[in-house]
């Protein structure tokens, strides 16, 4: 990595913290220049507008959700273990957004939007098509299930759990949603010694 991409980088994880607390509509270019501790002149360098700052942003995300993925699966014990850390891994990270942060991103930035969403929908389905076999080999799941049928209703679930317009479920956190989300998709994919499976991990450490 060259001195230019790590600053670009350097600003893209100061950014998204800033994001995730204030929203985007309220962070301004000068707001990001003091929290970088450079000139507005110096930000201008690294990107050439506010949008495109957005946009790194999300894409530097991304880039460590996967990162994450690759962690878990070789780090979990089994199927059941790396989807629960998955899990995990998405309700703390929902806790850290602000509501504001999805509602600006969906209604001023619409084409990262829809970039972001179809990036994280066709990954995301891919580990959990992967996770599911996984799971079926080793007996942990029901083994008349179709992985890329029960994965693609997943995903499909939790783009609609993201998107304000579709479930604005303003009187609950995100979070509470995705746990209760997970505990339903485990309980249809999960035979017996799975449910025992996940009612021992569940017992060593919750879902939250």
Same mark, same amino acid.
């Given at each position: 990595?060259n001195?230019?991409?790590?600053?670009?980088?350097a600003?893209?994880?100061?950014?998204?913290?800033?994001?995730k607390?204030?929203g985007i509509?309220?962070?301004s270019?000068?707001?990001?220049?003091?929290?970088m501790? !450079?000139s507005?002149?110096?930000? #201008?360098?690294?990107?050439?507008?506010?949008?495109?700052? %957005?946009?790194? /942003?999300?894409?530097?995300?991304?880039?460590?959700? %996967?990162?994450?993925?690759?962690e878990?699966h070789?780090?979990?014990g089994?199927?059941i273990?790396?989807?629960?850390?998955?899990?995990?891994?998405?309700?703390?990270e929902?806790? &850290?957004?602000?509501?504001?942060?999805?509602?600006?991103?969906?209604k #001023?930035?619409?084409?990262?939007w829809?970039?972001m /969403?179809?990036?994280?929908?066709? &990954?995301f389905?891919?580990k959990?098509?992967?996770?599911?076999?996984?799971?079926?080999?080793?007996?942990?799941?029901?083994?008349?299930?179709?992985p890329q049928v029960?994965?693609?209703? #997943?995903?499909?679930?939790?783009?609609?759990?993201?998107?304000?317009? /579709?479930f604005?479920n303003?009187?609950?956190?995100l979070?509470? !949603?995705?746990?209760?989300?997970? &505990?339903?998709?485990?309980?249809?994919? !999960?035979?017996?010694?799975g449910?025992?499976?996940?009612d021992?991990?569940?017992?060593?450490?919750?879902? &939250?």
């Open positions: 990595m001195e230019l991409e790590k600053e670009k980088q600003l893209a994880e100061t950014t998204v913290g800033m994001f607390r204030l509509k309220s962070v270019m000068d707001d990001v220049a003091r929290e501790g !450079v507005k002149k110096t930000l #201008y360098q690294l990107v050439s507008n506010k949008e495109e700052l %957005v946009g790194m /942003v999300m894409e530097e995300d991304f880039k460590k959700d %996967v990162r994450i993925f690759a878990h070789n780090a979990a089994d199927a273990d790396e989807f629960l850390r998955n899990s995990r891994y998405f309700i703390r929902m806790r &850290e957004i602000s509501p504001a942060t999805l509602h600006d991103l969906q #001023y930035y619409p084409a990262i829809k970039g /969403v179809r990036e994280h929908h066709q &990954e389905e891919r959990l098509v992967r996770n599911i076999e996984r799971g079926m080999e080793e007996g942990l799941y029901r083994n008349n299930i179709d029960v994965a693609t209703l #997943y995903s499909g679930m939790m783009i609609m759990v993201i998107d304000r317009k /579709v604005p303003y009187d609950r956190p979070s509470e !949603v995705i746990r209760q989300m997970t &505990e339903y998709h485990f309980h249809g994919i !999960v035979n017996q010694f449910r025992d499976r996940l021992q991990y569940l017992h060593k450490e919750a879902l &939250e």
